[in-house]
């Protein structure tokens, strides 16, 4: 179902893809170490699903006829807090806090401890399953609410995604989008090292949905027209957006490289990728 | 279980489910699907489920795993089809959609094998379902070694152990249909996750007629001086028989407490029986470790109990093969065997 689109300036989702960035780099530092390379990668298409495409409430976290974004790579949820505050669902201070005693933000989203948190995760490969019953569910009720579940191509390796990919077109959830976010890094190395998924635009076609492919996910434009394509223009299948991205992107010495998938910046260090995050991507 | 025997005792035509290809000119001893889970009565979930639509409750919805059959929820798929979601053999898949589900606003009940939804899904449970502490229902049928020739893939006599561990999760079982039906209605408001661990339904009947059920609660079945046996499930009717006999064979008087609420369990009426006895039983379709009798153990040590509490249900091992009243019998589990057990302890202590 598709719904109004906000008419925002580029200049302004950039400003907010580098308030991620920075916030995530800020809140590491409170932590201690942090998913650098799995928050950077999703900065652009955040800042568009959260400022232009989706219709959520600050002031009202559980409006039923909000739109539902669901994160199976719970880890880069460092990514969604700044949104989140700066949206007004909980106080900025609560980011100064980050995972310390007692922080309702943890390296994971739990949904009874974070307003805008849709749903608590950190076992990868649950939520794709998770949002097909929030989609079902919207359908019965005649909601115009759009489930979107944003995953790792990392996760692609999990049985469950797939069993939720078979059961989705079944269920006619033309309100469902997946977005994987294709940065190739994992835990263990670059993904296909670890174990190769591809060709993904394939796999899912054959199960029935509609593939729209992102050729690169940091640029603007190109992440808010797949993903209002996606979200906009439905065509009666559920759909999942290939989001080509670079791990750690908008740090150069983060950028590509797997190794940056969880660590810590040193103070020196911190001041680099900050200067580099305020310079912006070219 | 002897109930096993109708099938040779020639058929009643308005007996015979709509959907079975079996008519009555057939051999006695024939049967299809269809008749076959006709015998699983005691399956009350999808009956109760549509009562409850047809009082009102627009928000429950039913899923499945390729089990709306066996597990006897077809009736209300078939009333009401756009409210219930077959999810094929995909149990995971299932669990976690259903709690997404309860998050706009639906009361989802599962209804499948509960040793594919508790022992496969269990990480799926504590996530999805009990973390986040969403009101879904899941009704665990065919527990214990009620699979029998099934094999061990088929049984489930670890589910208690592992549900009564998970925060937020009430665990209750129901004994018969009645039970089902009740235990059910009763807690249709409770604004959490909830697991009820039913048989295969074609227990013993139990119950007469519906109860007001309570989270913690139990039903004092039969009083008795000399000892008590809390049972749960299918081992409710075992332990009935079980104290007739010992009434009648040994002048043991035992009294049975069906403990349908496992966790929590109703500690005051444990301890208020316990506190009469210096022995006490406990019997369950389960692994006697970390099931219901080690929650028993627990609250008999941690209130200062000093009765002897004698667990009977499976040994910690993995059961052998055989139809479920051989299995039964085999590991003590019906009344005789459970008579048996009583009298000795109670004869050498």
Same mark, same amino acid.
């Given at each position: 179902?598709?719904?109004?689109?906000?008419?925002?300036?580029?200049?302004?989702?950039?400003?907010?893809?580098?308030?991620?960035?920075?916030?995530?780099?800020?809140?590491?530092?409170?932590?201690?170490?942090?998913?650098?390379?799995?928050? =950077?990668?999703?900065?652009?298409?955040?800042?568009?699903?959260?400022?232009?495409?989706?219709?959520?409430?600050?002031?009202?976290?559980?409006?039923?006829?909000?739109?539902?974004?669901?994160?199976?790579?719970?880890?880069?949820?460092?990514?969604?807090?700044?949104?989140?505050?700066? %949206?007004?669902?909980?106080?900025?201070?609560?980011?100064?806090?980050?995972?310390?005693?007692?922080?309702?933000?943890?390296?994971?989203?739990?949904?009874?401890?974070?307003?805008?948190?849709?749903?608590?995760?950190?076992?990868?490969?649950?939520?794709?399953?998770?949002?097909?019953?929030?989609?079902?569910?919207?359908?019965?009720?005649?909601?115009?609410?759009?489930?979107?579940?944003?995953?790792?191509?990392?996760?692609?390796?999990?049985?469950?995604?797939?069993?939720?990919?078979?059961?989705?077109?079944?269920?006619? %959830?033309?309100?469902?989008?997946?977005?994987?976010?294709?940065?190739?890094?994992?835990?263990?190395?670059?993904?296909?090292?670890?174990?190769?998924?591809?060709?993904?635009?394939?796999?899912?076609?054959?199960?029935?949905?509609?593939?729209?492919?992102?050729?690169?996910?940091?640029?603007?434009?190109?992440?808010?027209?797949?993903?209002?394509?996606?979200?906009?223009?439905?065509?009666?299948?559920?759909?999942?957006?290939?989001?080509?991205?670079?791990?750690?992107?908008?740090?150069?010495?983060?950028?590509?490289?797997?190794?940056?998938?969880?660590? =810590?910046?040193?103070?020196?260090?911190?001041?680099?990728? %900050?200067?580099?995050?305020?310079?912006?991507?070219? | 279980?002897?109930?096993?025997? *109708?099938?040779?005792? &020639?058929?009643?035509?308005?007996?015979?489910?709509?959907?079975?290809?079996?008519?009555?000119?057939?051999?006695?001893?024939?049967?299809?699907?269809? !008749?076959? !889970?006709?015998?699983?009565?005691?399956?009350?979930? @999808?009956?109760? #489920?549509?009562? !409850?639509?047809?009082? &009102?409750?627009?928000?429950?919805?039913?899923?499945?795993?390729?089990?709306?059959?066996?597990?006897?929820?077809?009736?209300?798929?078939?009333?009401?089809?756009?409210?219930?979601?077959?999810?094929?053999?995909?149990?995971?898949?299932?669990?976690?959609?259903?709690?997404?589900?309860?998050?706009?606003?639906? $009361?989802?009940?599962?209804?499948?094998?509960?040793?594919?939804?508790?022992?496969? &899904?269990?990480?799926?449970?504590?996530?999805?379902?009990?973390?986040?502490? #969403?009101?879904?229902?899941?009704?665990?049928?065919?527990?214990?070694?009620?699979?029998?020739?099934?094999?061990?893939?088929?049984?489930?006599?670890?589910?208690?152990? *592992?549900?009564?561990?998970?925060?937020?999760?009430?665990?209750?079982?129901?004994?018969?249909?009645?039970?089902?039906?009740?235990?059910?209605?009763?807690?249709?408001?409770?604004?959490?996750? $909830?697991?009820?661990?039913?048989?295969?339904?074609?227990?013993?009947?139990?119950?007469?007629?519906?109860?007001?059920?309570?989270?913690?609660?139990?039903?004092? #079945?039969?009083? &008795? @001086?000399?000892?008590?046996?809390?049972?749960?499930?299918?081992?409710?009717?075992?332990?009935?028989?079980?104290?007739?006999?010992?009434?009648?064979?040994? @002048?043991?008087?035992?009294?049975?407490?069906?403990?349908?609420?496992?966790?929590?369990?109703?500690?005051?009426?444990?301890?208020?029986?316990?506190?009469?006895?210096?022995? *006490?039983?406990?019997?369950?379709?389960?692994?006697?470790?970390?099931?219901?009798?080690?929650?028993?153990?627990?609250?008999?040590?941690?209130?200062?109990?000093?009765?002897? $509490?004698?667990?009977?249900?499976?040994?910690?091992?993995?059961?052998?093969?055989?139809?479920?009243?051989? !299995?039964?019998?085999?590991?003590?589990?019906?009344?005789?065997?459970?008579?048996?057990? *009583?009298?000795?302890?109670?004869?050498?202590?």
């Amino acid at each position: 179902m598709s719904r109004d689109v906000r008419n925002v300036d580029k200049s302004i989702l950039a400003e907010k893809a580098k308030m991620i960035r920075r916030d995530v780099v800020e809140q590491t530092d409170v932590c201690g170490s942090g998913h650098y390379g799995s928050a =950077f990668s999703i900065a652009e298409i955040l800042a568009v699903l959260y400022y232009q495409l989706m219709h959520v409430r600050p002031d009202a976290p559980t409006w039923e006829d909000r739109d539902r974004f669901t994160m199976g790579k719970g880890h880069a949820a460092i990514a969604l807090y700044p949104v989140l505050a700066d %949206l007004g669902f909980f106080d900025r201070s609560w980011l100064d806090n980050y995972t310390r005693l007692n922080s309702p933000l943890g390296d994971h989203p739990d949904m009874r401890k974070v307003p805008g948190a849709d749903f608590s995760s950190g076992s990868i490969g649950h939520n794709l399953s998770v949002s097909v019953g929030m989609a079902l569910g919207a359908k019965r009720n005649g909601s115009p609410a759009r489930a979107i579940c944003l995953m790792g191509d990392g996760e692609m390796t999990e049985g469950q995604v797939w069993e939720a990919a078979v059961s989705a077109p079944n269920f006619g %959830l033309d309100n469902l989008v997946g977005i994987v976010d294709i940065n190739k890094a994992g835990s263990d190395g670059y993904t296909a090292d670890i174990m190769d998924t591809r060709p993904l635009a394939d796999k899912w076609q054959a199960f029935g949905w509609r593939v729209i492919p992102l050729a690169d996910g940091h640029d603007l434009d190109q992440v808010s027209n797949a993903l209002n394509d996606a979200l906009n223009r439905p065509d009666g299948r559920p759909t999942v957006v290939l989001a080509d991205t670079v791990a750690g992107k908008g740090v150069s010495f983060m950028e590509g490289y797997w190794q940056w998938h969880l660590g =810590f910046l040193g103070p020196k260090d911190k001041e680099r990728a %900050l200067a580099e995050i305020e310079k912006g991507l070219n | 279980m002897a109930a096993n025997n *109708v099938y040779a005792q &020639g058929r009643d035509p308005n007996e015979i489910p709509a959907d079975s290809t079996v008519k009555p000119d057939f051999d006695p001893k024939t049967w299809d699907m269809p !008749l076959s !889970l006709a015998l699983s009565q005691q399956l009350t979930t @999808g009956r109760t #489920l549509c009562e !409850l639509a047809e009082q &009102g409750r627009d928000d429950i919805v039913v899923c499945t795993a390729d089990l709306g059959r066996p597990t006897q929820v077809q009736d209300f798929a078939e009333r009401y089809p756009d409210r219930f979601f077959n999810f094929g053999i995909a149990e995971r898949n299932m669990i976690s959609a259903a709690a997404g589900l309860a998050t706009t606003g639906t $009361l989802p009940f599962i209804s499948n094998y509960a040793f594919f939804l508790a022992l496969m &899904g269990c990480e799926n449970i504590r996530n999805d379902i009990c973390y986040t502490d #969403l009101p879904v229902r899941m009704v665990g049928t065919h527990s214990g070694i009620a699979m029998g020739f099934y094999g061990t893939s088929h049984h489930s006599c670890e589910d208690i152990g *592992v549900l009564r561990t998970i925060p937020n999760l009430t665990l209750m079982a129901p004994c018969d249909g009645t039970a089902i039906r009740s235990l059910i209605r009763s807690t249709i408001d409770h604004p959490h996750p $909830l697991y009820f661990r039913a048989g295969r339904g074609r227990e013993k009947q139990v119950y007469d007629q519906p109860f007001e059920a309570r989270i913690g609660g139990s039903n004092v #079945l039969r009083d &008795g @001086g000399d000892t008590t046996i809390f049972a749960v499930g299918i081992e409710v009717a075992f332990a009935l028989d079980a104290a007739e006999q010992l009434s009648r064979d040994h @002048g043991i008087e035992a009294a049975v407490v069906d403990c349908y609420s496992i966790r929590p369990l109703d500690t005051e009426t444990v301890l208020a029986r316990a506190g009469r006895h210096g022995h *006490v039983f406990t019997a369950e379709e389960h692994n006697v470790t970390g099931g219901f009798a080690s929650a028993v153990a627990e609250t008999l040590a941690l209130n200062g109990m000093a009765t002897r $509490l004698h667990p009977i249900g499976m040994p910690d091992a993995y059961s052998v093969l055989g139809p479920p009243t051989h !299995l039964y019998q085999h590991y003590g589990l019906d009344g005789a065997g459970i008579a048996e057990r *009583v009298a000795q302890v109670l004869k050498n202590a």
